[in-house]
């Protein structure tokens, strides 16, 4: 099977079968996002202890890219504190606008390279992202488009 099929086959997966999703009971940090070009809206609720993300849930309506990367997202980033996330999401920043391949720290967030073809999509994929800063951060709702 060809590699793009296989990162299109892993997206649909986590797409129909999230990870982590649903409310997170005695969550910490919580932030609402909301791509309003595409009426996606996202809510992260976290647990944090000592700076460090012990879970991560996630919920909302959702298109199947901000959906598979908030399911993907929540899988890689327990023990991470903001400084690790921003350390995490700088390569899926370059991984999405075409300048660096895949990543071994992404995972199996690489499977959404195929974006760097798609640049109107790539907000789906960055609203989990602003999402889970804004929660660290401690502001309560973000946007992917700038005020």
Not at 34 to 51: F, K, Q, T, Y
Not at 52 to 79: D, K, N, Q
Not at 117 to 130: G, I, S, T, V
């Amino acid at each position: 099977m060809p590699e793009q099929a296989l990162y299109k086959e892993l997206v649909l997966d986590h797409y129909k079968h999230p990870r982590n999703r649903g409310a997170l009971d005695g969550c910490t940090h919580a932030a609402d996002g909301v791509n309003p070009l595409c009426g996606d809206s996202l809510r992260v609720e976290l647990i944090c202890a000592d700076d460090r993300i012990e879970a991560m849930r996630f919920s909302g309506e959702a298109c199947a890219i901000t959906t598979a990367t908030a399911s993907m997202l929540s899988e890689l980033v327990a023990g991470f504190d903001a400084a690790g996330v921003a350390a995490l999401n700088a390569p899926f920043d370059r991984l999405l606008r075409g300048e660096a391949d895949a990543d071994a720290a992404l995972g199996p967030l690489n499977a959404l390279a195929e974006l760097r073809r798609h640049p109107l999509r790539r907000k789906c994929a960055e609203l989990p992202w602003a999402t889970l800063r804004a929660a660290l951060e401690g502001t309560a709702r973000v946007s992917t488009e700038r005020a």
